[in-house]
């Protein structure tokens, strides 16, 4: 259906006839993928304001969209896009999405929120100054027209505010379910028709405040809840992102085409810039460069490649410009083919039934039961069918799982904002309750326990100007050796300047002919000038200064800083930990010895991943995956849990429940003690709910409790579930040991 | 008791213009990029002259 929306709204920027028309504007919305701050949503604008065509643009930075307004006539999307990725934007158009269902529905409850809010405002201003009145010197008449009062202001809110819930509960019972939301929509119409009841019969016993405040509270939960899942679903947006690459065909005349990758076919030649990601499977016809693989095999070293070789889709063209021949279509990508493996490890995890939704299953029907036994109890007691009812209802109110609807959201915002300060950021809705029933940690090597990028080891036998002089070179060149070089110089407080005229030749490496004398940072056979075929040592860059003299780099890719203390910390609290690999057995068992983990696999392929996860899952372990690589999605998807790095693939981001930033391993401790402290917290939240039915239940049963102690023990409980679940923000938190089934 | 009569009218009037005021909030999108406002108040605008023209949506600066 999206697709052809988005057709209709942008049509294709052929002009036949096009031109005599009056322009109309036309507005698309395109997914901006790596904006992240103010100064990109000025470039972001900028870029598109200043093409001819575009009459407005305007960002939104939490949706990571730009809305476009333009003239057909002029410009198009493709135009745009292309606009976007000059200034090093990956745009895509957008697509109508969940996500942007769901914040509509966000909206709405918000709206039902603010009109739920105004009335409770008044109806308790109201029956506060009745209650008040009732041991003061308010007359009859003035109670009464406080009452109707209330209920001209609560009918038509509660009527509009409480749809959601009415909505839900009917659907359920439609498929005879009981839910949460069936007690719920019981007491607040009994509730509300009662008492409309006795304030016609001019009675004290008026629940309106009740209703209009359980409403109230009941939507602020369900609006915490929508929010968290919002937050969820916009990372999916990225996927689409990575997926609709633009690509420059060129066709049998030298004529050359940009087209998005998905109408790509087999046979077609296509040219990828240096720094263009390619933008489908294919072959090098033409042309030499280095290939940056890491999204989809986690080795940081590049790849040399020249005609011939194969390349996978979404890998990053490093150094020169190639021209590749399609061999495959957008749909049979070994990136769809992942995708598709994720999407079906997925279906495991769709069966997890969240803590709320159990605790509904007991809770929803004893709430029915117990009103009814009320009813029915003291109709055979012999009072009159309106007592029996009236206490009915205040038992359902009392009942009412408004602190069990507030407890959880209200956990989980307080989980996931302590997290977000601490640079985690929490995507899946039931993420947290997943993480905390974890007993078994599972890392990704590479760009997971390491760093996913090389650091240069042997730094102290160099000195600093022929650092400085190795980084004037280095600071050229993508490669992840050079990057390291400019960095480790740069750490030093070393100026970096390129140095006039570098050159890069793909697969050598880098020179500069100075006056002085001749630099060259490269391979050992480049920087000898012996034409060797390479032997390739892996790990190493030479370096030959102006004065001839040759300096070996060494490199390698450090272990996170705090990975061996983070893995110890978990041992200790009797964590499972292993290592799962897809590098060769020598580098990973170097790893795992450096990180202290004795379990470890080596070489092993996405779908091998899948199946040493669900090999454990079948010997009863909940698994925790920590992963980063494009070859870890699936993986992260068919374990229980799952975390992955900021710098991971998107993919991978995607499948994950939580994504960490920074250098340190620290946060996965931090996600896990908040996942295990937050479902500690929701289950001490029912507590506080169940507490206060127990001390309230006996009396509404019993008939004593008045609407004003309904609603006192009602707004109570909520308070109390809400302040409970913000200590989580503040509180100092360990990782408490694993509880394992004895 | 007489107060009433016009204390309470002016009570919901008061809530009402509150609400009316929420209501147009949410539907003129004052919510919808609480990240992108903060981040615009700090950034230097560099084309100012541009956004103000006919087309200029009122919310768009």
Not at chain 1, 267 to 290: C, H, L
Not at chain 1, 442 to 450: A, C, E, I, N
Not at chain 1, 487 to 515: K, M, T, Y
Request: charged share 20%; glycine share 8%.
């Amino acid at each position: 259906m999206g697709r052809a929306l988005t057709a209709s709204v942008a049509p294709p920027d052929t002009d036949g006839g096009r031109l005599g028309e009056a322009a109309r504007p036309q507005t698309v919305s395109l997914v901006v993928e790596n904006m992240h701050c103010g100064a990109c949503i000025v470039t972001v604008e900028r870029a598109l304001r200043h093409m001819a065509g575009v009459r407005d643009a305007r960002v939104n930075l939490s949706a990571k969209r730009a809305t476009v307004t333009y003239d057909a006539a002029l410009t198009g999307t493709q135009p745009m896009i292309d606009a976007l990725d000059r200034e090093g934007y990956r745009a895509a158009e957008s697509v109508e999405t969940a996500s942007e269902l769901d914040s509509r529905r966000a909206d709405d409850l918000l709206r039902r929120l603010g009109v739920a809010g105004f009335a409770a405002a008044n109806v308790m201003l109201l029956s506060v100054s009745v209650w008040a009145g009732a041991v003061s010197d308010m007359d009859q008449t003035v109670a009464s027209l406080f009452h109707w009062l209330s209920a001209l202001i609560a009918m038509p809110a509660i009527a509009y505010a409480a749809q959601p819930f009415f909505r839900s509960a009917s659907s359920a019972l439609r498929v005879r379910r009981l839910n949460m939301d069936v007690p719920i929509s019981l007491g607040i119409t009994l509730a509300t028709a009662m008492s409309l009841f006795q304030t016609i019969r001019g009675s004290h016993q008026v629940y309106l405040d009740a209703a209009i405040m359980l409403t109230f509270f009941l939507l602020i939960g369900r609006l915490l809840d929508e929010q968290v899942r919002i937050k969820a679903r916009g990372a999916v947006e990225n996927l689409i992102g990575l997926k609709s690459l633009t690509a420059t065909v060129v066709d049998g005349d030298g004529r050359v085409e940009r087209m998005p990758a998905r109408a790509l076919v087999p046979g077609m030649k296509i040219q990828v810039a240096a720094g263009e990601r390619i933008p489908v499977d294919g072959r090098v016809v033409s042309g030499t460069t280095d290939i940056d693989e890491s999204l989809i095999t986690g080795e940081t070293m590049p790849r040399w490649a020249a005609a011939g070789a194969d390349v996978h889709a979404g890998t990053l063209n490093m150094t020169r410009a190639i021209k590749i021949e399609a061999t495959a279509t957008d749909d049979n990508t070994l990136l769809a083919e992942i995708a598709r493996l994720m999407q079906a490890a997925e279906q495991g995890r769709g069966q997890y039934v969240r803590l709320a939704d159990r605790a509904a299953r007991v809770y929803a029907p004893a709430v029915h039961v117990l009103g009814a036994a009320t009813f029915i109890g003291w109709m055979i007691a012999g009072a009159g069918w309106e007592t029996a009812l009236t206490t009915a209802i205040a038992v359902l109110i009392i009942t009412c799982p408004c602190a069990l609807a507030l407890a959880v959201p209200a956990v989980q915002v307080a989980a996931t904002s302590r997290l977000f300060g601490k640079g985690v950021i929490v995507k899946a809705a039931d993420g947290l309750e997943r993480l905390a029933e974890v007993d078994t940690v599972v890392f990704d090597k590479t760009g997971t326990l390491t760093r996913g990028e090389p650091v240069l080891k042997n730094g102290a036998e160099i000195s600093d100007e022929t650092l400085a002089a190795a980084a004037s070179l280095a600071v050229a060149s993508r490669h992840p050796y050079s990057v390291a070089v400019a960095r480790a110089a740069r750490d030093r407080g070393l100026a970096v300047v390129a140095a006039p005229g570098v050159l890069e030749v793909p697969g050598s490496g880098l020179i500069a002919p100075l006056a002085a004398g001749e630099l060259r940072l490269g391979s050992e056979e480049w920087v000898s000038g012996t034409d060797l075929p390479s032997q390739g040592q892996a790990g190493s860059l030479w370096f030959l200064d102006a004065e001839s003299r040759r300096f070996a780099l060494r490199f390698e890719d450090a272990v996170r800083p705090d990975a061996s203390d983070v893995v110890s910390v978990l041992t200790a609290a009797g964590y499972e930990v292993c290592l799962l690999s897809g590098d060769r057995p020598a580098a990973v068992s170097d790893v795992a010895e450096r990180a202290g983990i004795a379990q470890w696999w080596a070489g092993v392929k996405p779908d091998g991943k899948i199946d040493v996860i669900a090999d454990m899952k079948a010997r009863g372990k909940k698994v925790l995956m920590v992963g980063d690589g494009l070859n870890d999605a699936p993986a992260l998807a068919a374990a229980h849990a799952s975390l992955s790095p900021s710098t991971a693939a998107d993919i991978s981001q995607t499948a994950a429940d939580a994504v960490f930033q920074g250098v340190p391993l620290a946060p996965v401790l931090e996600t896990m003690a908040v996942a295990r402290a937050s479902q500690r917290m929701s289950l001490e939240n029912f507590g506080i709910a169940i507490g206060y039915n127990i001390v309230f239940v006996p009396l509404a049963v019993a008939g004593h409790v008045t609407p004003l102690i309904a609603a006192l023990a009602m707004s109570l409980s909520s308070i109390a579930v809400t302040v409970n679940a913000l200590r989580l923000r503040t509180r100092a938190l360990a990782l408490a040991p694993v509880r394992r089934p004895t | 008791m007489s107060a009433l009569i016009w204390l309470i009218p002016c009570a919901l009037a008061l809530g009402g213009l509150g609400l009316a005021a929420f209501l147009w909030a949410l539907n003129s999108g004052q919510f919808s990029d609480l990240e992108g406002a903060g981040w615009r108040a700090i950034q230097d605008d560099e084309d100012a002259d541009r956004a103000e023209g006919p087309r200029g949506r009122p919310d768009a600066r």
